[in-house]
Each structure stands twice: as structure tokens, then as C-alpha cells.
């Protein structure tokens, strides 16, 4: 048995106490989770510790580095295309949100510019969708892809949306499976951690962080979202990763649908230049964000939406994992409406409110090992701002199995608030841009 060189429950002990852990102690921590070493009940015990007391820029700096160290980094930096030329990359992440179907459009349309886009994503749990969840409803499609085929499909087609590979910071996946079952998810130092030791890793060399704010986000509020944005745009930054921030609204869901299969035809929608406008919107942001992260600037970004070049790459990144662009997409076997109980307007539709109903509706899983079905989800017909009349549709329910109705009803008649004719709810789309400091 080798011989250890510090004591979990000694440093558990620093944490409590609102100390500050060396280097070498997060190294070690890290490293002896990951070889078991480290209690699951002890780790439970440092990450409460940590969610109450926080971590200082240094600690949380050492905490990522030591988990992107738990596996290996993968590396673009002989990346060319067809024609020889060095491709820059750049990516985006979301920290979660209800309808946030953005990087399905995004990743095409970023790469009509020649700069690559390796996106690696996780499946949904809980109330948020998960990228690769949406696109396994498109028949045929794969989500696993060997390294070398990623690279292929970054060279010719310019963008992978693809499964994170067991490989990608192990330290992260036993943390992340642990805060979920003992109420950890949400400390901040943790969850930058997390993300930006996954982003780092991935080898990306820019980066946008789209960092929710709302009913629907894992920040309810401004101060914890702009820390958080703050430390993951500063870890980026150390790591030599051009990484910004923008703070966007998830009070309200985005787009017109939640669930997988009618969000994928959502975005379908935005790629032949339609769909609405808040998901146009926020797309051409991103859009924009992360190619002036790849050094290229003044190009019209919303015009390769409606001339068809971004529906070109999107239909060869389908293609290329397997996807059959021509096949109907799924539809859920069973429908009901919602109707609106008062005449006046839509001054809030909850995004959390939404984003529970479409996974008691089947779009989203309680247990990692669950299946989703591609079918389901909520429909939207109306979004705040918008009039209504009593007795409007306000949303339909989709679902293979309608013995759910009740329950996804018994929440979503709750998310929609009417208020009197003239009234004008805030609806900034996207509230503040974080650079590092
Ligand atoms: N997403 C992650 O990858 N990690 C977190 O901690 C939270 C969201």
C-alpha cells in the first residue's frame, strides 16, 4: 500500500474552519478521489464545506488545473483544413436552461467562417435539456465519436457536437455525480471548476460563456451569476483560453419549445432563417462572441442564416455522425392544450415551471441511466410580452405516455401570469458581457 502524504479529514478540517488548502493539498485531494483513496463521505463532507465557506482565486485556480490533470487534454493545434490551412477553434458553453436548444444552430453557423468547432456535450438531468438528448432524436445520429473521427469531421465539415469522452477530466465526473446527491451543485467555486476543467481539456483556444440568470438557471440572481461568470472567465484566461461571458435571461424559456425532438425542428427553423426571434438573437450573439475569440471580426453573421450557408453545415455535421436529414423526425403519440384563463398579457411564463413539465413529460430523465422520449415536450403559443385572449391556446403537452398529463399540467398551469392590457414586461435577452479581470 503506498504510503499517503496528507489526511482527508485533516483537510476537511481546513475548509471547515475557513482556511485556505496549499497546492499540494488540492493536488492531492483531487488525485486520491479519483484513485478512491478519499472517502465518498469525506469528499460529501469537503464539498459542503466548500459550498458554505468558499474558495479563494488561488485554490480554485489549483482545483481545476488538478482536475483537467485527472485525465487527458486533447489537442487542435494540428488541426488543418482539407486544403492545409491551420484552423483556429472555438466553442461555447451554457451553464443550463429551459429551451436552450442555442449551440444546435450555433456550431454551423460559426463554422460557415472556417473556424472549428469542437463541441463537446453531456445529456440532460433534471430540468434542463441535454444537446446530445435533442440531436439522438434525429434518426440514424451517433453521439460517440472516436478522436480521430472528430478530428476528420472538424477538418472537412468544420463542427462536431459530440459525447464527451471518459477520458475528458475524470475527477469531474465522480465530483459532479457526488454534488448531485448530497445538495453541492451549487457552489460556486464547484461549478466553474467543473465546467472550465471540461473546457480547458477539450483544448478549445476561445471561448463564450453563456451564463443564465434566472427562475430557470442555476443562478437566481445577478451577484452569484456574475461571480460565477467572473471566475470561469478569469480560470479561462490563466489558462491561456480567450474566454468572455455574457449574462443572459432564464426567467422565461427560450424559443417556443422545450423537449428534444420539436427542438431540434426549432432550430431548423433559425437555420433556414426563420424561427424566433430571441433564439436568432442570442445565436448571432454567440455567434459573433466567439469568432472575434478566433480573431475574425466585421463579418455579417445573421446573413449566413437566411442565405442557406449555415443549413449547409449543419445538414454535413448531421450527415457526418450518421444523421438522416430527409427522415421525419419522431412525434409524441399523445397532445393537450392548455388554454388561457384571462383576457390581457403574458407578463411571465416560468422558466423552471416549463422546463419540470417537459421532463414529467418525458423529455428529460431523474436517473442518468434513463431513457428520454424524443417526442416529448411543451410547445409554447404565446411568450411574455404577448396579448392574449381567455380561451387562447397557451401551450401544448406532448408525451408518449399520458398518464403524465396530470402532473406536467398541475405545474404548467402555474408558470403563466396575465396581466392587464398595456402592460410591458422587461424582456432583455442578454443583460451584461464579462471580460476577465
Ligand atoms: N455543469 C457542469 O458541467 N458542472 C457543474 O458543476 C454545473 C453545470
Redesign the pocket.
Known sequence: MSIENFDAVDIIRVKRDRGTLTGAQIDWTIDAYTRGVIAEEQMAALNMAILLNGMDRTEISRWTTAMINSGQRMDFSTLRSPGGTPMRTTDKHS??GVGDKITLPLAPLVAVFGVAVPQLSGRGLGHTGGTLDKLEAIPGWRAELSNEQMMRQLSEVGAVICAAGASLAPADKKL?AL?DVTGT?EAIP??AS??MS?KIAEGTGALVLDVKVGSGA?MKDFTDARELATTMVNLGTDASVHTVALLTNMDTPLGLTAGNAIEIAESIEVLAGGGPADVVELTVALATEMLAGAGIHDVDVAAALTDGRAMDKWRAMIAAQGGDNNAPLPVAKESEILYAQADGVLTSLDALDVGVAAWRLGAGRARRQDPVQAGAGVRLHAKPGDQVRRGQPLATMLTDTPERFDRAREILEQAATIGPVGSRPDMTLIHERITAS
Open positions: 451553464t443550463g459532479y454534488r451543485v464547484l461549478i467543473s465546467i471540461k442555476f
